[in-house]
């Protein structure tokens, strides 16, 4: 391996310690201090809404991995760059260091809630990774050490032995304080052993039982009920938020007669209830898999604002997580009968961290973006043409009721089928509606009806099946489903941007 080449393993090692690091600080500081991060929550924030339906259509719930990936491959090459600049003028490499730590610190400054010690992770760990870049190129073989002008050294190459013992020193101490970072973590994390050790109030109103013949039978579709683990994730927060719920507090203010302020503690002595309801993206492509139905307990939100006394020229409530995020909510939507949730408990445990513990909002009928904020911390209670929310910043429609959606899940996509009859099936929605039909088509031919599951409510998914006589060679299926307002899925085929996608699913199969 050339001088060069060593030069760039030198800059990589020094970036590879330098997060390591940062991140054991961080620990110590603010999880969300880390620089990885900082600057991952910054882009995502910057992050135009075409490039985060691509990022969501290619990677699915996996996005901010993807992301995650793709920053620690750009900071390698970078830091790559730098060892060798720094290899023959140190000033240059030195700099592309300290740009990088700057980077880091203002985006952890500009996070919400930032203390003032956000800074701290990232500018010590720069420091400590200019001093193991400067320790590696001291080291390279036939090199002189790094200076900070550009008088030339006397030539006083160590030795490759030299430089390789310097460099697994420098990827052992980046690796014990990468695993530190994750020991110490793991000792101080007391939220995730609080959330074990929660025992759910029971509720005031429990769900009603599900009813016989919920699931259509068809094998391979979904359950009717997604698991906890399984469900979707889609949400701005590139690290989870770790929230402590004894310190938790809700803030109800804006256009109210009365603010209020509530903790977890209130919520658990109230009359919580329990209801069925399907959740979906606006990201959600035709025939996705971003959507998911639970049952969930909470308070109903409109027992809150009740207590508040909305002033008569409110139209919205703007709720806040704790990472910042904000949604748009129409105030009908949180004082109407439906059960508008500030919930605390997902299929009879408490909230899972990733789906927003201690407590998120649940809001049939309407996409998340505009609805289902995790870690929810403020409510204020204003008028659209007032306040806007993060998404509606981005291009995104201010209100969002979800649309009359089906999808085949069996078959999936480019099967390959015996011959004779075959059972299809898959799920719809149309929440706060539900569905009373569900239609399918085999190629061009005529639609025709499917078999529907039973009702839970018109807020959950409807599971449907069809049987075909399948013959021999390539064919279509199509399926659309028809809502208790008489309206058709449309085959219009819209985009997810403003206000969620349009279109018929379809399937392409080969029958043997």
């Not at 016989?212 to 039978?217: F, I, K, Q, R």
């Not at 949400?235 to 719920?245: C, E, G, S, W, Y």
Request: proline share 6%; hydrophobic share 50%.
């Amino acid at each position: 391996m050339g001088p060069r080449l060593l030069a760039a393993l030198s800059g990589v090692l020094a970036a590879a310690t330098t997060l390591a690091v940062a991140q054991f600080i961080a620990v110590l500081v603010s999880p969300q201090a880390a620089p990885l991060i900082a600057v991952g929550g910054a882009f995502i924030d910057a992050t135009p809404p075409p490039l985060k339906d691509f990022a969501i259509a290619t990677f699915g719930t996996n996005d901010k991995l993807a992301l995650l990936i793709s920053m620690s491959v750009v900071i390698a090459g970078v830091a790559a760059v730098a060892g060798v600049l720094a290899r023959r003028r140190w000033v240059l490499g030195a700099g592309i260091v300290l740009v990088l730590a700057i980077i880091g610190a203002v985006a952890a400054a500009a996070r919400p809630s930032a203390s003032a010690l956000a800074v701290v992770p990232s500018l010590v760990g720069g420091a400590v990774g200019l001093i193991v870049l400067r320790i590696l190129l001291s080291r390279l073989p036939g090199a002189r050490a790094p200076q900070l002008s550009e008088e030339r050294a006397p030539e006083h190459g160590l030795g490759r032995r030299s430089f390789l013992t310097a460099a697994l020193v420098t990827a052992a101490v980046a690796a014990a304080a990468g695993v530190g970072a994750q020991l110490l973590g793991a000792a101080t994390q007391t939220v995730e052993a609080a959330r074990r050790a929660l025992r759910l109030p029971t509720p005031f109103r429990k769900a009603p039982a599900l009813p016989a013949g919920v699931e259509s039978g068809v094998a391979g579709a979904e359950p009717f009920v997604t698991p906890n683990d399984g469900f979707y994730r889609i949400d701005t927060a590139l690290a989870v938020p770790q929230v402590d719920a004894a310190s938790w507090r809700l803030r109800v203010h804006g256009l109210v007669e009365e603010e209020l302020e509530i903790s977890f503690q209130d919520l658990l002595e109230a009359d919580l209830v329990e209801s069925w309801v399907t959740l979906t993206c606006v990201s959600n492509v035709v025939g996705g898999d971003l959507a998911g139905n639970a049952k969930w307990l909470g308070l109903p939100i409109r027992e809150l604002l009740a207590r508040a006394r909305p002033t008569a020229d409110a139209d919205m409530v703007l709720s806040t997580s704790i990472d910042g995020f904000t949604a748009s909510t129409p105030l009908a939507a949180l004082t109407d009968d439906r059960d508008a949730l500030l919930a605390i408990g997902m299929n009879d445990e408490p909230l899972p961290a990733v789906h927003g513990y201690p407590v998120r909002m649940v809001v049939p009928g309407l996409y998340g973006f505009v609805s289902a904020t995790k870690w929810v911390v403020d409510l204020e209670v204003t008028r659209y043409a007032d306040a806007r929310a993060y998404w509606t910043d981005r291009g995104w429609s201010e209100r969002g009721p979800i649309k009359t959606a089906s999808r085949i899940e069996v078959p999936g996509p480019f099967a390959r089928i015996p011959a004779g009859q075959v059972a299809i099936g898959g799920t719809a929605w149309a929440q706060q509606r539900g569905i009373t039909a569900v239609e399918v088509r085999v190629d061009n031919g005529d639609w025709a009806p499917a078999t529907l599951a039973t009702e839970a409510s018109v807020d959950t998914w409807r599971q449907w099946s069809f049987l075909w006589d399948a013959t021999p060679g390539l064919h279509q299926l199509t399926v659309r489903a028809t809502d208790a307002t008489d309206e058709v899925q449309t085959a219009e085929r819209v985009d997810t941007v403003p206000d969620g996608a349009t279109g018929q699913h379809s399937v392409s199969v080969t029958v043997e």
